[in-house]
């Protein structure tokens, strides 16, 4: 215990220390300050007002009404029961996509494995519910399937079956990226000792392979079952009667007026999806199996066994056509007059999108792109502050800063609406709110690549510019911003990217002043009106494309064209 206190007492004054040395420097305390302040108003604020909200009434005072009911309720137990049925049953298809793709890359000798990364990077360029989009328009009751070819006029694929289709097509990609990278880790030479000993493939794999990527495939699992309950979008889209945490949120808050009910579910949600992540965070990813090496001794010697590779790759090209062929459906349903009657060719869903609809397709663009640049200048700030100094309140910085990966966006939504509705700041109908829950979203990303990057600096560069004059400022701007401009132009692509995208958080937000395309998409599809759905869905992936276009561009004049933007 004793120890303990020592080894607190000498961090404490490590800290005080610092602390003195940066109140020298008013630039660098601004921005401790600054990001402090930011992060406490704009992200742990919202969250205690969705808590208090859920235990007050209107009048003022303390009540556990809202929880009675929300366990009483059975609309509301059937939405949790059906929130952790579709999570885990996403959870082990869309794992176990993402491996049999990731083993094909690493381990099997194919051609063209960088369809796999094109693949992987759609779900980040498009729609939240692009491809439950398609689905319909290949197997609802008017799908091509379904009603053209077979003649089916009863065919239903909204509810579960729809969703675990739609979900595990477009998460399957988050398990995929993690897991190709921890079984490029492996050392070939320990799996090659296995088969020098008489193991055979599958014994090798089973009690060899299988093992080390173990918490691989965990936080897999974890991350895709996040990602599965926290989605609003695709059980809006497709969902139909089955109600999950994050639609029920939406139907309380807005469709029943019952703010306090909404935030009760939103508490409700709130607590799932944080277990999760601390599980995933600080117990799976802790535990990794560690070879002797560190990292691949050699080149690792590719299967070509036929048995073994015509089976798993098949399966992947297979599955990888079906999803490429889902995209491709968008653009060309833009163009078809009235999809399931008349497949002639039209623009008149793009005259509607860029006549009627032309409003959200500006304020979308113009939103993301004054969020774009606050949110990759403050993803470095925060990342340079973590990675390289040392403070009071760095570690509330950097666990507010990451927090909104595991916060679901209807309960920033909600949070929002609580929190700025009211003085003594009210953003409630503004653009601001709207450019804040946009950074708020994107900021843990930028973090990410910020501090992956910084990681990777020798710390002596700074020192000496600080050791020759330069100010903290000067040092950041003139030396470690340049040091790291491919990570942070990427946190910029994905930002705007994120914002373009977005849907949950800002679905409560919009107002009549301001309107965004996903929230139009939404409206068609609920509407029926596939073809303009399908067009607004295009102009949003080719503005994309065109940002990801002109950041390499940008990228490649700056000297790192070798290091061009990839999101997968």
């Known amino acids: 215990m004793s120890r303990l206190w020592r080894r607190w007492s000498f961090d404490f004054s490590e800290d005080l220390t610092q602390m003195k040395k940066i109140a020298r420097d008013p630039i660098l305390l601004s921005a401790i300050l600054l990001c402090i302040v930011s992060l406490s108003i704009f992200v742990v604020f919202p969250l205690y007002k969705v808590l208090q909200q859920s235990f007050f009434n209107p009048d003022g005072t303390f009540s556990l009404e809202a929880y009675r009911l929300l366990i009483s309720s059975e609309e509301n137990l059937k939405a949790f029961s059906n929130t952790l049925l579709l999570g885990t049953v996403v959870g082990i298809l869309a794992t176990a996509v993402g491996f049999l793709f990731a083993y094909c890359y690493i381990y099997l000798a194919i051609r063209g494995k960088k369809l796999f990364n094109l693949i992987a990077m759609l779900?980040?360029?498009?729609?939240?519910?692009?491809?439950?989009?398609?689905?319909?328009?290949?197997?609802?009751?008017?799908?091509?399937?379904?009603n053209t070819l077979l003649g089916l006029r009863d065919a239903n694929i909204y509810g579960l079956k729809g969703l675990i289709l739609v979900q595990t097509l477009s998460f399957f990609p988050i398990a995929y990226l993690l897991l190709v990278g921890m079984l490029k880790s492996i050392d070939p030479s320990i799996e090659d000792a296995a088969r020098d000993l008489g193991a055979s493939r599958w014994a090798t794999f089973r009690r060899v392979t299988l093992p080390l990527v173990a918490p691989g495939i965990a936080n897999s699992f974890l991350l895709v079952f996040i990602k599965s309950v926290a989605d609003f979008a695709n059980p809006m889209a497709i969902g139909g009667n089955f109600a999950t945490l994050a639609t029920q949120i939406y139907i309380q808050s807005i469709g029943n007026y019952d703010v306090q009910g909404g935030a009760a579910v939103a508490v409700l949600l709130l607590d799932l999806s944080m277990l999760l992540f601390i599980?995933?965070?600080?117990?799976?990813?802790?535990?990794?199996?560690?070879?002797?090496?560190?990292?691949?001794?050699?080149?690792?010697?590719?299967?070509?066994?036929?048995?073994?590779?015509?089976?798993?790759?098949?399966?992947?090209?297979?599955?990888?056509?079906?999803?490429?062929?889902?995209?491709?459906?968008?653009?060309?349903g833009s163009f078809i007059k009235l999809w399931g009657i008349n497949y002639s060719l039209t623009l008149d869903h793009y005259r509607y999108a860029f006549g009627v609809g032309s409003k959200a397709?500006?304020?979308?663009?113009?939103?993301?792109?004054?969020?774009?640049?606050?949110?990759?200048?403050?993803?470095?700030?925060?990342?340079?502050?973590?990675?390289?100094?040392?403070?009071?309140?760095?570690?509330?910085?950097?666990?507010?800063?990451?927090?909104?990966?595991?916060?679901?966006?209807?309960?920033?939504?909600?949070?929002?609406?609580?929190?700025?509705?009211?003085?003594?700041?009210?953003?409630?109908?503004?653009?601001?709110?709207?450019?804040?829950?946009?950074?708020?979203?994107s900021l843990p990303i930028g973090i990410r690549a910020g501090v992956s990057s910084l990681q990777q600096i020798d710390p002596a560069i700074e020192e000496a510019a600080a050791d020759l004059g330069a100010s903290s400022r000067q040092i950041f701007f003139m030396v470690t911003l340049p040091l790291i401009k491919t990570?942070?132009?990427?946190?910029?692509?994905?930002?705007?990217?994120?914002?373009?995208?977005?849907?949950?958080?800002?679905?409560?937000?919009?107002?009549?002043?301001?309107?965004?395309?996903?929230?139009?998409?939404?409206?068609?599809?609920?509407?029926?009106?596939?073809?303009?759905?399908?067009?607004?869905?295009?102009?949003?992936?080719?503005?994309?494309?065109?940002?990801?276009?002109?950041?390499?561009?940008?990228?490649?004049?700056?000297?790192?064209?070798?290091?061009?933007?990839?999101?997968?």
């Open 487 to 568: 990570a942070f132009f990427s946190g910029l692509i994905y930002a705007f990217i994120r914002s373009m995208t977005s849907i949950s958080a800002v679905i409560f937000l919009i107002t009549a002043k301001y309107n965004l395309i996903t929230i139009a998409v939404l409206d068609q599809v609920e509407s029926a009106k596939f073809g303009v759905a399908s067009a607004f869905s295009t102009i949003l992936i080719l503005i994309v494309y065109l940002a990801i276009f002109i950041t390499n561009r940008l990228l490649s004049r700056l000297g790192a064209g070798s290091k061009k933007i990839e999101l997968s």
């Open 123 to 146: 779900p980040m360029i498009s729609p939240p519910f692009a491809v439950a989009l398609s689905i319909i328009l290949l197997f609802g009751s008017r799908g091509f399937i379904t």
């Open 361 to 441: 397709i500006f304020d979308t663009t113009w939103l993301s792109l004054i969020a774009t640049p606050i949110t990759g200048l403050l993803g470095m700030v925060i990342a340079f502050l973590v990675v390289r100094k040392r403070f009071i309140g760095k570690g509330f910085i950097n666990f507010a800063s990451l927090l909104s990966i595991a916060v679901p966006g209807t309960v920033v939504g909600v949070g929002y609406i609580l929190a700025f509705n009211t003085p003594p700041i009210v953003l409630t109908g503004t653009a601001t709110l709207l450019v804040v829950a946009f950074i708020v979203r």
């Open 279 to 332: 599980v995933s965070k600080y117990w799976v990813e802790k535990k990794v199996y560690i070879t002797v090496t560190g990292k691949a001794s050699r080149e690792r010697l590719p299967i070509r066994e036929k048995i073994v590779v015509w089976p798993i790759a098949g399966t992947c090209y297979a599955i990888s056509m079906i999803v490429l062929a889902l995209y491709i459906l968008i653009p060309i």
